[in-house]
């Protein structure tokens, strides 16, 4: 996990860093929206990584909303004392997600049972 204070292109850029460091020899694929940030032309997409870009407005495409929406049901109606304590909550939800649980709650029906799609393993 790796939580930053805001969204612009120079914490993205540090994102990507240190998620391409990450299994160097794994090749990522970062389904992304279509932020600005995210769009930079001072970014630097390291080599292991390919940013895959969805149609603008259709969030209903993003699997990561389906993951925020998870962790807004556990944020609402608390209360927190200060943004550390905000910081720690984060910590612990995501600290208790493993890979099936992402997969099982991000996935897509329709990856799975159409023909046109592939899901490989490199």
Same mark, same amino acid.
């Given at each position: 996990?790796?939580?930053? +204070?805001? #969204?612009?292109?120079?914490? /993205?850029?540090?994102?990507?860093?240190? /998620?391409?460091?990450?299994?160097k020899d794994e090749f990522k694929i970062i389904v992304?929206? =279509?932020? %600005?940030?995210?769009?930079?032309? =001072?970014?630097?997409? +390291?080599?292991?990584? %390919?940013?895959?870009?969805? +149609?603008?407005? #259709?969030?209903?495409? =993003?699997?990561?909303?389906?993951?925020w929406a998870k962790y807004k049901r556990a944020f609402?109606?608390?209360?927190?004392?200060?943004?550390?304590?905000?910081?720690?909550?984060?910590?612990?939800?995501?600290?208790?997600?493993?890979?099936?649980?992402?997969?099982?709650? #991000?996935?897509?029906?329709?990856?799975?049972? =159409?023909?046109?799609w592939t899901i490989y393993k490199l």
């Open positions: 996990m790796l939580e930053l +204070p805001q #969204c612009n292109s120079e914490l /993205f850029q540090i994102y990507l860093d240190e /998620f391409s460091r990450f299994n992304l929206d =279509n932020g %600005a940030f995210h769009k930079a032309k =001072n970014l630097v997409i +390291p080599d292991n990584i %390919a940013l895959l870009f969805l +149609p603008a407005y #259709c969030p209903e495409l =993003n699997p990561a909303e389906k993951i609402s109606n608390k209360f927190f004392e200060t943004l550390e304590h905000v910081s720690e909550f984060i910590q612990l939800e995501t600290s208790n997600l493993s890979s099936s649980n992402v997969k099982s709650i #991000c996935s897509y029906q329709y990856v799975f049972f =159409n023909s046109y």
